[in-house]
């Protein structure tokens, strides 16, 4: 059974801080397919003055990882969107049609900043759900606002903002504070979907320790349809998360 669908990944090598050569990319994927993924969808940076990565450059990379990749056994298949970070130049790139969403044009993953929420993100988010693009939230429980308390992601949630547990964060990768925070979410159902956020292929071995965490936190009903059902639903626009 190859039914997991992974929406955020960093194995396109060499354009951010995932990994640096097409061998780790494929080594990433295939440790996924054994998980039981049957897509990987890459999400590399889109940060000013860190991955100064534009759609142009990002679908001519995919494109030359998939064509090498045409001949290894064993994978997923590929899929390319980008993990927007929420600076200002963000905004901009969404209205001049310049923002990379996943395939479908459905969605687009949104990295907010760590530290404060930016003044104005939830009418960013209604903008862009009114424009037919559902912002994805990548780790929420990563956020310093929402590592005691939820009550400040309601507003995005009203404007249509769609959670993303990072898998890592079960098992401590970012330390206590996501960890605890991803429970408390968890446990008040404010996610919606699963996702590796992998950056080489050792985090794999995580990945599948995360997912045995999360069936155990969730049950494997609920657990199953995070990491199935519902990212093909966020592909396809059709989530069912109000
Ligand atoms: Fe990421």
Known sequence: MSDRVDLHSHYLPGIDDGVKTAEEGFALVRGMKKLGYGLCVATPHIRTAMFDNRRPGLEQAFAGFRDHAAGEPDLPTLGLGAEHFFDDVFWGLFQSGEHLPYD???????????????????????????????????????????????????????????????????????????????????????????????????????????????????????????????????????????
């Open 104 to 242: 479908g044009a459905k969605a687009a993953l949104v990295e907010l900043p760590p530290e404060r929420l930016p003044l104005r993100v939830e009418h960013v988010f209604f903008e862009m759900r009114v424009r037919g693009v559902r912002p994805i939230l990548a780790h929420p429980e990563r956020y310093r606002p929402f590592y005691d308390r939820s009550d400040a992601l309601e507003p995005l949630l009203d404007a249509g903002a769609i959670p993303l547990l990072d898998l890592m964060s079960l098992v401590g990768r970012y330390g206590r504070k996501p960890e605890r925070a991803a429970e408390r979410l968890l446990s008040e159902g404010l996610y919606y979907a699963a996702c590796s956020d992998a950056h080489r292929p050792e985090d794999v071995p995580l990945v599948e320790q995360a997912i045995a965490r999360l069936r155990r936190l969730v049950g494997a009903e609920e657990a199953e349809a995070m990491l199935g059902e519902h990212p093909r639903r966020v592909l396809t626009g059709t989530p069912e998360f109000e």
